[in-house]
């Protein structure tokens, strides 16, 4: 038989010395690599190249496995030269790495093709291929936009004629998921991550118009979604061989129109001890739909990602993101915590009407007065599939030429108030004041009033200190035990003689990790003390203080801001049209 070697590969990026981010065990899957192994599983199953050829599919995600392409490139060339290397989910702060495999690999004649949200992003927004992208068009390798459930098939017989379409174009086309294939990812890979994590979404889209976000022009405004039949055979699939943790990739799971019956089905099979853990993104106005949290809870939530994006409300209507409502925010947070739910936010840094003060004064009031367990910053960044990389890309305006930096870990366009030197500064700052030793106690005694593990919160937010405070790097591109090869450095920067880059690789990580270390201790005494103190169960702050009408002037997020100020006025109109008497 013939052999057609198909390899499925996650790039990771560069980090600021140009080395690949990768670790023993990552901590996000990949779901776009779960997606396409599992129709490249059943190809092979049907065998539609033919019953004369073997479908080989190996699966990389280059956070936790090291690439090397030219043994890959070897490896097909000795079982007869027939392969494709798909570079698969490429974020636009990895494509330059992605490019850079393509490059080792055509220079032995691989086939290669790269898809993922920033050759999507690009080809919605701006409508043709920019000079990253042509760079791929002039080596050989074929572009992918849009995507592929239901055209696997004639994608995989393209590559394996020899006649690959310079660019597929699939964003006006956007599949149906009932009925196609659910993502899978076999054990072996699975392990790879933290906690044995895998992954899959339960519909695509979002009805919101929030101009930094890429996911209505990549994955469009209509809702799509997986039925609870599909949910069931992923979740029987992987109980099978051992996989109960699930991070669910829905941009925003409570607009899935099919939430209720799949939380049905989950809650069913709990019921024949099948009991999953599941990460969701939700949006701040969750708790306003009937059931929804307390049948998400009931069906094994035990992580929630909210994007607050930013407590002053002229920032959010300049992000198009109306639907979040500050007056909202404490009411959601407390029903969260009241079902025990890890809650995890976004919040975006470098809106137009930010400074280093105001940022500095927010993240203080995050700390005191929202009743969140942990928060993740991020600079705004006009990723390509945005309106506002559009908006700049129009207007001619400056933004980074580096792609490898927008990842929201780095500055990449001008500020109408702040120098880039400032507005990093205030981020990198941010972290720096909201992990400190005095919080983290707090969170901890806010978690064992709730009923939850002060352990479970202490690890968590350590981890995003380190990856944050200590790797420099977004949090979501973190894991465990970093590696780092000298001789794997982004092209165009020296390979350092092993006499600089061990030390200096031993040193950073021995004074980095050296901090963390006395933190965590400090922090184990009051994890230890908090579970033996009867009292701790009734600690109160104004965080986990109720929600009442006085909190409208209690609280300062309510009062720092005019627009705040308005914010408040427009709730009590609407509170007082409900309840003309004045009751709640």
Request: a positive charge.
């Amino acid at each position: 038989m013939k052999t057609f070697h198909l390899i499925l590969l996650k790039p990771s990026h560069y980090d600021d010395d140009g080395y690949i981010i990768q670790w023993w065990r990552s901590g996000i899957p990949s779901n776009t690599l779960a997606a396409l192994y599992a129709m490249a599983r059943d190809a092979a199953e049907r065998r539609v190249l033919g019953d004369d050829v073997r479908l080989q599919i190996s699966t990389i995600d280059e956070t936790n496995t090291r690439v090397r392409a030219k043994r890959l490139a070897l490896m097909i060339e000795r079982d007869g030269g027939l392969g494709l290397v798909a570079l698969a989910g490429v974020q636009t702060n990895q494509y330059p790495r992605a490019l850079d495999i393509a490059r080792q690999l055509r220079a032995h004649k691989i086939a290669v093709a790269i898809g993922g949200f920033h050759v999507s992003g690009v080809l919605s927004v701006i409508g043709k291929c920019t000079p990253e992208l042509q760079a791929a068009l002039d080596l050989g390798v074929s572009l992918f936009a849009g995507e592929i459930e239901h055209r696997f098939d004639d994608f995989l017989k393209d590559a394996y004629n020899a006649r690959l379409n310079p660019v597929y174009n699939y964003l006006d086309d956007l599949p149906n998921l009932n009925g196609a294939i659910p993502p899978y990812m076999p054990k072996e890979y699975v392990q790879r991550t933290v906690g044995r994590v895998t992954s899959f979404d339960a519909g695509r889209g979002c009805p919101f118009v929030c101009s930094f976000c890429t996911i209505i022009n990549v994955q469009g405004r209509k809702s799509r979604f997986r039925t609870p039949d599909d949910i069931e055979r992923i979740v029987r699939e992987n109980i099978a061989q051992g996989i109960k943790r699930f991070f669910v990739t829905d941009d925003n799971f409570a607009r899935n129109k099919n939430w209720e019956a799949i939380f049905d089905r989950l809650i069913a099979l709990r019921r024949e001890r099948i009991r999953v853990h599941l990460t969701l993104q939700v949006d701040t106005q969750c708790h306003k739909i009937p059931r929804f949290i307390e049948k998400a809870a009931a069906a094994g939530t035990k992580r929630i990602f909210i994007g607050l994006e930013n407590i002053n409300p002229d920032n959010l209507a300049v992000a198009n993101k109306k639907q979040n409502k500050i007056t909202d925010y404490r009411a959601m947070l407390l029903v969260w915590r009241r079902y025990k739910v890890f809650i995890d936010g976004g919040y975006i840094l470098g809106f137009p009407g930010d400074t280093p003060e105001s940022i500095r004064r927010d993240v203080e009031l995050l700390k005191r007065e929202l009743p969140m367990d942990r928060v993740q910053f991020y600079c705004l960044t006009p990723l390509p599939g945005s309106a506002d990389h559009k908006a700049l890309y129009e207007r001619g305006a400056y933004m980074d030429p580096d792609l490898n930096n927008y990842e929201l870990n780095h500055v990449s366009t001008h500020h109408p108030r702040m120098t880039q030197e400032e507005w990093l500064g205030a981020y990198r700052q941010a972290w720096r004041s909201f992990y400190t030793v005095k919080h983290i106690k707090t969170l901890m005694r806010r978690a064992r009033a709730n009923g939850v593990s002060p352990g479970h919160i202490m690890s968590s937010c350590m981890a995003v200190y380190v990856f944050a405070c200590i790797e420099h790097i977004q949090p979501l591109e973190g894991g465990v035990l970093r590696r780092r090869l000298r001789r794997e450095r982004r092209p165009g920067l020296p390979i350092e003689n092993p006499l600089v880059f061990y030390p200096k690789y031993l040193g950073r990580n021995l004074f980095g990790y050296a901090k963390a270390i006395a933190m965590l201790a400090v922090l184990a005494i009051e994890r230890r003390r908090l579970k033996r103190d009867p009292e701790a169960k009734h600690y109160m702050d104004q965080a986990l203080t109720p929600v009442d009408d006085q909190e409208l002037t209690a609280m300062e997020m309510y009062s720092v801001t005019d627009a705040a100020k308005t914010a408040v006025q427009v709730h009590k109109d609407k509170q007082h049209q409900r309840h003309p008497g004045g009751r709640r």
